[in-house]
Nanobody, 124 residues
Framework: QVQLVESGGELVQPGGRLTLSCAAS????????MAWFRQAPGKEREFAAA????????YYQGSLKGRFTISRDSATNTVYLQMDNLKPEDTAVYYC?????????????????WGQGTQVTVSS
């Protein structure tokens, strides 16, 4: 069973950059596809980005493509989400998630393991 711990969330100004980290432990990191989701106040949790267990074919929620970049480092068992040109509507709690197997999906229900979340606030 894998445990996930997110970090890196903070208050940032519009147009700024932030990189979130998700450290995985307790399981074979290389056996899991990974994803980032986010949840804004009063809204449902939504997909942000995902990456396969081999680190290939990352994909993004349409509106985030070009601003967000997901990556993974098998040497440190860490998944990253780099967020550029941040906007106030990016304000949310960001969650890391893992699912066993090669394919990463956009569905919350497909992910078995979740971190506790890290708060990102974009405001001037």
């Amino acid at each position: 069973q894998v445990q996930l711990v997110e970090s890196g969330g903070e208050l940032v100004q519009p147009g700024g950059r932030l990189t979130l980290s998700c450290a995985a432990s307790g399981g074979a990191f290389g056996l899991y596809a990974m994803a980032w989701f986010r949840q804004a106040p009063g809204k449902e949790r939504e997909f942000a980005a995902a990456i396969t267990l081999k680190g290939g074919a990352p994909y993004y929620q349409g509106s985030l493509k070009g601003r967000f970049t997901i990556s993974r480092d098998s040497a440190t068992n860490t998944v990253y989400l780099q967020m550029d040109n941040l906007k106030p509507e990016d304000t949310a709690v960001y969650y890391c998630a893992a699912t066993p197997g090669p394919a990463a999906t956009m569905m919350v229900s497909d992910y078995d393991y979740w971190g506790q979340g890290t708060q990102v606030t974009v405001s001037s």
